[in-house]
Structure formats: C-alpha cells, structure tokens
C-alpha cells in the first residue's frame, strides 16, 4: 500500500468503534491519503452482521430496535458495504478472551511470570501457554476476522477493564479486587496472552493492533485515564450517572488508531 494514490479503508466494530471514530476526527488532517469509512453497531446487533459474497453489513433489519436503527443509518452512509472496494479492514472492539483471561490470573500464578500468592495454585509457563492459545482460538474476534477476510485485516481487541471497576461494591468490581492486591508479573502475563492472540489472528490472515503496556496499570487493567469514567445516561426519561469502564476515550483510541494507521500507510499490512 505504498505510493501515492488513496487508500481507502474500512473500520468496523462494536461500540468500541466509538473511540476510535471521535480519534480519526483528530488525526485525520495526518493522513491526507488515508480515507476512512465507518460501520458499526452495539454488540449484540454487529454480532448479527453476516457476510454475503464480498458484501458484509446488516442484512436483516428486522431484529434491530427502531430507534437504533434509525440512528445507525442517520450516522452512516450504508449499512451493507463492498469489501472489495476498501484497500483494507479495520475490526475494532471484539474480546480476545480477556476477561477469562483475568479470572485465571486471579486464581493461578504462573512459573516465572507471576508468583502464587496465598492460597493460589501455580501453573507452569507451558501450561499458561496452552491456555492462553486455547482462550485465543475461542474468542470472538476469530469469527469476526473470518467474516472480514478478503484483503488485509487488522484487529483493535477490546480494551481490558478500566481500573475504575475496583471502586465497584457490585460483583463485577468484587471480582477484580484480587488483582489490586496482588499485581505482580500481571504486565508480563498479559503480554504472553496478547502474544498468543496474534498468533492465532495471524493463522487466520490478519494481524493485531495490541493494547499498549502504557495504558495498563500494575494489576493488569487499563489505566482509568483512559477510560471514559462518569457519564449520564437516560433510561425511560430518566437521567443517572453512571461509571463506564468499559469504554475508553478518544486519546486511547488516538494512540491504537495511530499505530494502525502509520503501519498501513507504510505498507506493514499487506
């Protein structure tokens, strides 16, 4: 993809696109031979979105709520696109297996990555492998990528949770509790995981765009700068205040954007 003429690209996902979206606004004026056209949806809706021939979008409106799909179309020029008319495929957000991931890290220690601590078990590096090539091969992303294939695809796997999630009493926070008190060789074990994901991704023709170590904190989760923290939703005319720490913020999505985007203007994906 070298040489002067556009590039056209594609970037797909789940609501996780949403960052990455807000990151292209600001560093597009970089790019001047880069365009980008944007196709995504919540989760459950872009798990329904199929592939026909070289075609891939929302082929059966039928099960998407009216509002949403109002909306979809309102932000988008077409929710059914030619891959064969992009240079290349961006699919952000899909799991990579992570959360499994981090339940495993609170209950194991693995051997010479991350000591055991109290009552937890040890594994060996082999067999901390062979998990994380298992939970790998069995995550959505693989699915999304062979949905994708046809010309050069990366992946932006969804970010890990946000650190906010600790100052949760509900069970989702409870359960990541152990990691605050015990981050030692977390960095280190989820890069032989992130490892193993490229490699699976890399059996499927695609490659991985991987959450930086630098947006991590000690105990394995994305640093709550990151994240987009508080906001307010409304739900039946009814505003709250909410803490995501599921998505992040459009700097997060500026520095895996960039990285994608330098290596595909260079010519580094296909």
Not at 130 to 149: E, H, M, W
Not at 175 to 201: E, K, N, T
């Amino acid at each position: 993809m070298t040489g002067k003429k556009t590039l056209r690209l594609l970037a797909t996902g789940n609501s996780h696109l949403g960052a990455v979206k807000l990151a292209w606004d600001r560093l597009a004026l970089q790019y001047p031979r880069v365009e980008v056209q944007f196709l995504g949806a919540p989760r459950e809706t872009f798990d329904s979105f199929a592939r026909q021939g070289s075609r891939f979008g929302l082929f059966d409106e039928s099960q998407v709520p009216k509002r949403m799909l109002e909306g979809m179309k309102a932000a988008m020029p077409s929710l059914i696109v030619d891959l064969a008319d992009f240079d290349a495929v961006l699919a952000v957000g899909p799991d990579w297996g992570e959360i499994v991931l981090l339940g495993l890290l609170q209950r194991f220690g693995v051997d010479g990555i991350r000591p055991a601590k109290g009552a937890m078990d040890m594994l060996s590096a082999g067999a901390y492998a062979a998990f994380c090539a298992d939970i790998a091969a069995t995550s959505r992303a693989v699915g999304v990528v062979k949905k994708l294939a046809l010309g050069p695809v990366a992946v932006i796997p969804r970010p890990i949770r946000s650190e906010l999630i600790l100052q949760s009493t509900e069970a989702d926070g409870r359960q990541f509790q152990a990691l605050a008190g015990h981050p030692d060789g977390m960095i280190a074990a989820i890069g032989v995981h992130q490892a193993a994901f490229a490699r699976v991704i890399a059996g499927h023709g695609a490659v991985v765009i991987a959450q930086p170590a630098e947006t991590l904190a000690p105990c394995g989760l994305t640093r709550s700068a990151c994240s987009i923290g508080q906001k307010t939703v409304t739900t039946r005319g009814e505003a709250r205040v909410v803490v995501d720490v599921v998505h992040m913020t459009a700097d997060y999505g500026a520095i895996v954007l960039a990285q994608y985007l330098d290596r595909v203007v260079a010519g580094d994906l296909g």
